[in-house]
């Protein structure tokens, strides 16, 4: 599964995702740390911007609102519901996406843990306020992708570790692959001018990558062909997310499972224990029953005793008794042993 963008994969998507200007963000909805953004176009048009930091990708995948509006989703709703996106950028050199709403912008930093940030004249509110922010807005102006040299032809293969900082591991050794030893800077500039081929790049039919064209790097690899590099992002995405849905019920059902039978074992042990009690009860009852005789003298003799003696008497007279084994006169209680006739 794709964890994040590089800065060339976030040239292609965003280039896609012009069509979208003009838009407006009609509903903003934010459950398990993933931000869905309705976007509705005068005529009909609708899709869903997703971001699951550090994704994001336009599709037709809704977001289930949950029972509650979490505070920070309740402020991008006042600040942004009903804005018009009128335009959308890629900062130069930074993988941060920059949505213009007139009043107010929205940003997307999507590399590391990713960030969410609504800015005006500064920093309204953001996802996460530590670490990345508090330098976004030097971030913000556009810097040069590429420092111009007296010789293009002077970025040679050994720079080509240098180019893993700007453009990621992947497409930096796809430069390598395609470049010849005097031409890496012709090769770089040609991974941003490639014709758009969208690739779902499969081992054995799990995920490997998602990419905008074809790449020599995952040439021994299957590849799922797309219309467009937002279409194989979300078809990725989705996929993820409706496994993520049944495992989410899987996990479910297997809690709900083993809560009952936590339940049918404690009734289980319990209802062993009632038998085993009536069981007692039952051959305690018989066996009174079989001694009725025995035991009715037994209780007359001692109400009677009872009249005239105190309870140590009535133990020392009773110490050689046959049935009557002991007297707690403290409880009222008479111990006494009977057999099976």
């Not at 009725?292 to 008497?313: G, H, I, M, P």
């Amino acid at each position: 599964m794709k964890r994040e963008f590089s800065y060339v994969e976030l040239t292609y998507l965003v280039q896609e995702w012009q069509d979208w200007i003009g838009a407006r963000i009609s509903h903003i909805v934010l459950a398990q740390g993933q931000f869905c953004f309705e976007l509705y176009k005068t005529g009909g048009s609708r899709a869903f911007l997703n971001v699951l930091l550090p994704l994001a990708w336009i599709g037709d995948f809704k977001l289930s609102a949950p029972s509650s509006v979490p505070p920070f989703c309740g402020q991008l709703r006042k600040l942004l519901e009903g804005a018009k996106i009128q335009g959308i950028t890629l900062l130069k050199g930074e993988r941060i996406v920059r949505f213009d709403l007139g009043e107010y912008s929205l940003l997307f930093q999507l590399y590391g843990k990713g960030n969410l940030v609504v800015l005006k004249d500064n920093i309204v509110c953001a996802a996460r306020y530590r670490g990345s922010v508090s330098g976004l807005q030097v971030v913000l102006r556009e810097k040069l992708f590429i420092k111009e040299k007296n010789d293009p032809s002077a970025l040679k293969r050994s720079d080509a570790d240098a180019l893993q900082g700007m453009i990621g591991k992947v497409y930096a050794k796809e430069v390598v692959l395609r470049a010849d030893s005097s031409r890496l800077l012709q090769a770089l500039k040609a991974v941003f001018e490639q014709e758009s081929r969208p690739c779902v790049v499969l081992d054995k039919g799990v995920v490997v990558d998602i990419t905008p064209f074809a790449l020599m790097h995952y040439q021994k690899y299957e590849c799922e062909v797309h219309k467009s590099y937002n279409e194989a992002v979300s078809s990725v995405m989705k996929r993820r997310a409706e496994f993520v849905a049944r495992e989410g019920i899987s996990k479910s059902f297997d809690a709900k499972l083993e809560r009952l039978r936590s339940i049918i074992a404690a009734q289980e042990s319990h209802l062993e224990k009632q038998k085993n009690e009536v069981k007692k009860n039952q051959e305690t009852g018989e066996l009174i029953y079989e001694n009725y005789t025995a035991v009715k003298d037994v209780l007359d003799v001692l109400n009677q005793a009872r009249k005239k003696f105190s309870w140590e008497e009535i133990r020392a007279k009773l110490k050689a008794h046959k049935l009557i084994k002991d007297v707690d006169e403290k409880n009222g209680r008479i111990s006494v042993e009977l057999s099976h006739q």
